[in-house]
């Protein structure tokens, strides 16, 4: 199934059915009074996060869905019935966000999440509600109200702990296969991934991590080159980037440091937030280097790089240090939820603590001595 990560559709709730102005009319009772009933409620639209759905190719080929209307109302004080709601079912991951204004509608990041698109339109009144004691025959009925109507558009962002960086033939794809149960196409020419690929990383009983490659960048990617820009937005939610560096290019006149600092630089055009996120520098295919060249290679890009973080040496292709560079990711993603989750404890005992708080010099609490 081709992978498809943006859509537009358009969301028509239904709109609330009209009150009744009626009279009842029974035998032996000449002044029956109003009787006219309510309009039921117009049918809402809802989106609902399913983790078994991957991609959008649903709402890519239908464009408008609609709800139904309410009924009306009718006499002999019988409401119209309103319509039944909507549930359209979306990738756990996909933003929502109103193609007129910009507004963020809704953010799925859990599967069963559950929110409100389009609402429907309220019932009209039936005269029933317009009896005084000095208006007893009213024929006063409100119409329903007209169900919202939206324009949206859908950004499937992969939910992934690791996003993998990369130029075209860097070994990204290599590298997802060899350390998880990925399985992309691997060629050797660019541009072979063409959509994004998730794989697990299984590092050993009950401890993994998820991790996403996009197809490779370029310069330019920013204003469109290539297709990785395509999916650029896929790193915004990983809590790591690796940056795989091909340090063994096939065409001699390639020159590594210019194209890794090309692509820091397409970054920052695209978002100066992906820039911030922890970046780890991998190099790659130091298999196709004679042994007694590699330090010499691997210190003269560092230098010229002027990198400061975290290096890792790895061949993808015979798996030399891929498994240290597992490991070392997953302490890390390790540390970074601990530090989280205790962040969260300590504002928890702060709220719970101010709550439970006493004023001494609140006189709610002073003892009242006789």
């Known amino acids: 199934m081709k992978f498809i990560d943006e859509a537009r559709i358009e969301v028509i709730a239904g709109d609330g059915g009209n009150g009744c102005a009626s009279f009842r009319r029974e035998k032996f009772r000449p002044f029956g009074g109003p009787d006219g009933g309510d309009g039921g409620k117009g049918g809402s639209i809802y989106v609902v996060a399913d983790r078994n759905i991957n991609t959008l190719v649903d709402f890519r080929y239908s464009k408008v869905h609609h709800a139904r209307n309410g009924e009306p109302g009718r006499g002999s004080d019988c409401y119209g019935k309103g319509a039944e709601d909507v549930y359209l079912r979306m990738p756990v991951g996909t933003l929502i966000v109103d193609n007129n204004n910009g507004e963020v509608i809704a953010d799925l990041t859990e599967h069963g999440q559950t929110e ?79 959509h994004p690929n998730l794989g697990v990383v299984r590092v050993g ?46 065409e001699p006149t390639v020159d590594p440091v210019k194209e890794a600092k090309a692509l820091v630089k397409e970054l920052e055009k695209y978002d100066a937030e992906l820039v911030e996120k922890p970046r780890w520098l991998v190099l790659n295919k130091l298999d196709m280097l004679p042994e007694e060249e590699r330090k010499k290679r691997v210190k003269d890009f560092i230098k010229r790089m002027a990198w400061r973080g975290p290096v890792f040496e790895i061949s993808a292709l015979t798996r030399d240090g891929c498994q240290d560079l597992v490991n070392a990711i997953y302490l890390s993603l390790e540390e970074k939820r601990t530090a989280e989750h205790r962040a969260l404890e300590t504002q928890m005992h702060e709220e719970a603590r101010a709550i439970t708080s006493i004023d001494p010099d609140d006189p709610r609490f002073k003892i009242i001595e006789e």
Do not use: C
Not at 167 to 188: C, E, L, Q, W
Not at 214 to 220: A, R
């Open 116 to 194: 409100l698109l389009a609402k429907g339109g309220e019932g009209g009144w039936g005269n029933i509600h317009f009896k005084t004691s000095t208006n007893r025959a009213p024929r006063q009925k409100t119409d329903g109200k007209p169900g919202e109507r939206r324009e949206l558009r859908l950004e499937l962002k992969v939910l992934a702990d690791v996003g993998l960086l990369g130029m075209p033939n860097a070994g990204k794809s290599t590298f997802i296969t060899a350390v998880s149960n990925a399985r992309p196409k691997i060629a050797d020419y660019p541009f072979t991934t063409l």
């Open 205 to 250: 009983h009950e401890k993994s991590f998820v991790i996403a490659d996009i197809p490779g960048l370029i310069e330019g990617a920013a204003e469109g080159a290539g297709l990785g820009h395509q999916f650029l937005r896929h790193l915004s939610r990983t809590g790591l980037l690796l940056h795989i560096v091909d340090l063994a290019p096939f």
